[in-house]
């Protein structure tokens, strides 16, 4: 794929960073990430001396806003037009920030002028279509990147390290807290936006967290084989940024267990309505055989076979061991940047020079379907069973309920 260069002869990649006006697009991807690389000097190839510059072009619906942005960070281009942006060839990257709603039309448009594409999740809102996306991508021959940040929490990479060494022995479960309390909108502003709570918007937290579940929970310790869940709108209504009170239709907290291959179980709680007890916002328990560990976003405490306490159940007397002091803290003895910043590079590499990608719109199609089959689980009370998906022969259809048989998977095609 060509690139720009700039005048003092730097390959330069053209970014289209489409919804940078929105929380995730600007603070994460805008600011932490392009702007980033771009003040580092680019993102250093392989041969450890070649940088590749950035260029981003921000589009959005609002010039006043673009032009803020643009402004505020000394950004050259900006543009309402997103259709004269992807038929511009200087721009060979397109990046999708929008509301999950938006977000396939615009997708669609990209893979049709031929550009590498790295989107936020879901990509869809529904795994056919996701997984649509993923074949009209693979059919151009288009390079496309889906956001797993959360593969990249310093907490994460420590747990990966564990069970790479073979900390744990066998994995036997695995045990997630997620959430916060968001504020209701009334006597103080929620710190998440209204659409996240009007199901008919593309809100909910299944639809927002699962796809997150799916991506963690398959690369640390294997595939989702089902799902079962109950979804809830513990806050009925709640008063948006301009102070009107609306009905939540979305869910705001859920409660899922998944079975994993090879036997692992994962018990996740995802919460918009809870009040935080724990050391960070999100936190994991991985109890194995030989040894256990609790990791957050940094984190990462480990209890290992030989160092575990012998508990006495005795309700008759409290019990005055410090059990939080018999854990060890794993220490921080490498250097992790910011997650988004560093798949962003990843992904710069695939496009200029064929790097490895890992996390592709197939993944993101994954996520999808676990978010569709967890939200069928609550409403019919059951537990899912989940396919293999691949580019030929997935479908929701392909997605079978506990008590019906597994419909066969079709080769792969195309996988990561």
């Not at 899922?256 to 291959?261: M, P, V």
Request: proline content about 4%; overall charge negative.
């Amino acid at each position: 794929m060509a690139e720009q260069t700039t005048q003092h002869d730097q390959p330069t990649v053209g970014i289209i960073m489409n919804g940078v006006s929105g929380r995730m697009g600007y603070r994460q991807h805008l600011v932490r990430s392009i702007l980033a690389i771009r003040e580092q000097g680019g993102v250093l190839l392989a041969d450890g001396v070649t940088r590749v510059q950035v260029e981003p072009i921000l589009v959005g619906r609002s010039e006043a806003k673009l032009a803020e942005l643009a402004a505020k960070h000394g950004i050259e281009h900006y543009t309402t037009n997103l259709d004269e942006a992807l038929a511009d060839d200087r721009w060979q990257i397109y990046a999708d920030f929008l509301v999950t709603k938006a977000r396939a039309k615009a997708i669609r448009k990209a893979i049709a002028a031929g550009k590498a594409i790295y989107t936020e999740k879901p990509t869809a809102e529904s795994f056919e279509e996701a997984l649509e996306l993923a074949r009209l991508a693979e059919e151009a021959g288009i390079k496309n990147g889906v956001v797993h940040d959360k593969l990249y929490l310093p907490g994460l990479q420590k747990l990966k390290r564990l069970i790479d060494s073979g900390f744990f022995g066998r994995i036997l479960s695995v045990r997630g807290e997620f959430g916060y309390w968001v504020f209701e909108g009334d006597w103080q502003p929620a710190q998440r936006p209204s659409w996240n709570y009007r199901a008919e918007d593309g809100g909910g937290i299944i639809v927002d967290m699962f796809p997150h579940w799916n991506y963690v929970l398959e690369n640390l310790f294997g595939r989702v084989e089902s799902v079962y869940a109950r979804a809830v709108t513990e806050i009925p209504e709640r008063v948006d940024e301009k102070g009107h009170p609306y009905a939540a239709t979305a869910d705001d907290a859920a409660y899922a267990i998944f079975e994993l291959e090879g036997g692992v179980i994962a018990q996740l709680n995802s919460s918009w309505t809870t009040r935080v007890n724990r050391d960070e916002l999100v936190e994991f328990q991985v109890d194995g055989t030989l040894g256990s560990a609790v990791v957050g976003l940094f984190g990462c405490k480990i209890q290992p076979r030989n160092a575990t306490p012998k508990p006495v159940w005795n309700p008759d007397l409290a019990d005055a061991h410090d059990y939080d002091g018999d854990w060890i803290e794993v220490p921080t003895n490498d250097v992790f940047e910011n997650g988004f910043k560093t798949q962003w590079e990843e992904f710069i590499r695939h496009v200029v020079e064929d790097a490895p990608n890992h996390y592709d719109f197939l993944a993101g199609a994954r996520g999808v379907l676990l978010a569709e089959e967890g939200l069928r689980s609550s409403a019919e009370g059951r537990r899912i069973d989940l396919p293999v998906v691949t580019l030929e022969g997935g479908s929701t259809d392909a997605a079978t309920a506990s008590d019906a048989p597994a419909a066969p998977a079709a080769e792969l095609t195309g996988a990561r």
